[in-house]
C-alpha cells in the first residue's frame, strides 16, 4: 500500500515506541529542499538557533516517551548532497533524533538491503522508493514484512555505525 501525503504523515505520527531508518543513498533530488540546498552551496549556513518542523515533531516524540532515530550509510569523498544533509543533522540530534553515520569507505557491505526503509514498533516497514538519481517516488506500506530480517538489517547498521556528533568531530 502506498502512503502519500497526510496518510503517510498519519501513519507516521502514529507510532507507538520507536521509529527507525536506514538511508543508503548519497543524493536525495527533494524539490522541498532545493532553496535550502542553494543556499548551501552558496556558502550559508544554519543559524544556531535554527528549528524547524521535524524538530518540533521530533521534540514531542521524545516528549511522549517514543525513539526516532536513523543510520545513513556514507562512503567517502562525500558528496556535496551529504554535507548539507549534515548541516541539518547537527540540530535534529539536538532535538532528540537519534542519528548515527555508518562509513563504508575501503570496507565491504555488511549485509544491508538495496533500499532506504523505516521500520516502526518493530513491526511495520515502510518501503522507501527513489529514482537513481535520488528523487522520491513513493513510499510502500509492506505487507507481512520479514521483521526478524528488517531488524538484522538494522542491527548490522547500528553495529558500525557513530553517532553523528562523534563522526563530524572526527
Given amino acids: 500500500m502506498r ?22 543513498h548519497p543524493v536525495y533530488t527533494m524539490p522541498q529542499e532545493a532553496d535550502e540546498l542553494a543556499r548551501y552551496l552558496a556558502g550559508e549556513r ?17 516528549a511522549s516517551g517514543r525513539t ?12 556535496e ?16 533524533e537519534d542519528i548515527r553515520i555508518l562509513d563504508l569507505t575501503d570496507k565491504p557491505d555488511p549485509g544491508l538491503p538495496d533500499h532506504d526503509f523505516w521500520m516502526f514498533d518493530e513491526k511495520h516497514v515502510v518501503k522507501m522508493l527513489y529514482r537513481s538519481d535520488g ?16 531488524k538484522v538489517f538494522r542491527d548490522l547498521a ?7 556528533p562523534e563522526y563530524r568531530q572526527g
Fill in 3 to 24: 502512503l502519500e501525503g497526510s496518510d503517510w504523515r498519519d501513519f507516521f505520527d502514529s507510532y507507538k515506541h520507536s521509529a527507525w531508518r536506514l538511508e543508503l
Fill in 81 to 96: 548532497y551529504l554535507r548539507f544533509e549534515f548541516e541539518y543533522y547537527r540540530p535534529h540530534c539536538k532535538a532528540g
Fill in 46 to 62: 544554519l543559524p544556531d538557533d535554527y528549528w524547524s518542523g521535524w524538530m518540533e515533531r521530533v521534540t514531542g516524540y521524545i
Fill in 158 to 164: 547500528l553495529d558500525g555505525a557513530i553517532p553523528f
Fill in 135 to 150: 528523487t522520491q517516488i513513493g513510499r510502500e506500506l509492506i505487507d507481512d514484512p520479514d521483521i526478524e530480517q528488517y
Fill in 68 to 79: 526516532i532515530g536513523r543510520v545513513h550509510v556514507v562512503r567517502r569523498p562525500l558528496t
